[in-house]
T-cell receptor, first 113, second 113 residues
Framework: DTGVSQDPRHKITKRGQNVTFRCDPISEHNRLYWYRQTLGQGPEFLTYFQNEAQLEKSRLLSDRFSAERPKGSFSTLEIQRTEQGDSAMYLC???????????FGEGSWLTVV | GDSVTQMEGPVTLSEEACLTINCTYTATGYPSLFWYVQYPGEGLQLLLKATKADDKGSNKGFEATYRKETTSFHLEKGSVQVSDSAVYFCALSDQTGANNLFFGTGTRLTVIP
């Protein structure tokens, strides 16, 4: 069990550029989540996959955000036309459908300048 | 909807002092309750959990008891160490659908030697 891994850990981008984050969940976990955390706040749910199906999306996930999990393993979160308000840590997490515990990766910090 | 209210910080304690961080929740069903810890610059680590009323979660000297009658899940430790300095998040999972986590705003703990 290598844990949830995320890449890159840090990204600085200019406003208007597109960025993509990758998440590799714990290997036997079929559920994958994306959360966003801003400074001084708790994480907020963005979206959730069970296997390759995206089953739930938060209202926080604007049209500029898209997440995929094409083969039910790794996932990507793309942000198009980034804005300064997108600056945050993007956390990926995974769990199995048998257990209720969600395990988090170390996060991907995004700074939009 | 489901929500978590967490004691506001920051909290500063001397080493070996007792710690209590209050957490209360609002939920329509029978949630599972969690405490996560976040060290500087890192993602969230599960500290402990409780899945039903009167369960006590414990780990690394920390404890929390699921109190349905007071809708609370307060985090306690009898003797804190400098290495416990971190941000602590209380969270609940509604155990339906995505089992999504709802987080409190976090409490920053600083332990001084």
């Amino acid at each position: 069990d290598t844990g949830v891994s995320q890449d890159p850990r840090h990204k600085i981008t200019k406003r208007g550029q597109n960025v993509t984050f990758r998440c590799d969940p714990i290997s036997e976990h079929n559920r994958l989540y994306w959360y966003r955390q801003t400074l001084g706040q708790g994480p907020e749910f963005l979206t959730y996959f069970q296997n390759e199906a995206q089953l739930e999306k938060s209202r926080l996930l604007s049209d500029r955000f898209s997440a995929e999990r094409p083969k039910g393993s790794f996932s990507t979160l793309e942000i198009q036309r980034t804005e300064q308000g997108d600056s945050a840590m993007y956390l990926c997490a995974s769990s199995s459908s048998r257990l209720y515990t969600i395990y988090f990766g170390e996060g991907s910090w995004l700074t939009v300048v | 909807g489901d929500s978590v209210t967490q004691m506001e910080g920051p909290v500063t304690l001397s080493e070996e002092a007792c710690l209590t961080i209050n957490c209360t929740y609002t939920a329509t069903g029978y949630p599972s309750l969690f405490w996560y810890v976040q060290y500087p610059g890192e993602g969230l680590q599960l500290l402990l959990k409780a899945t039903k009323a009167d369960d006590k979660g414990s780990n690394k000297g920390f404890e929390a008891t699921y109190r349905k009658e007071t809708t609370s899940f307060h985090l306690e430790k009898g003797s804190v160490q400098v290495s416990d300095s971190a941000v602590y998040f209380c969270a609940l999972s509604d155990q339906t659908g995505a089992n999504n986590l709802f987080f409190g705003t976090g409490t920053r703990l600083t332990v001084i030697p």
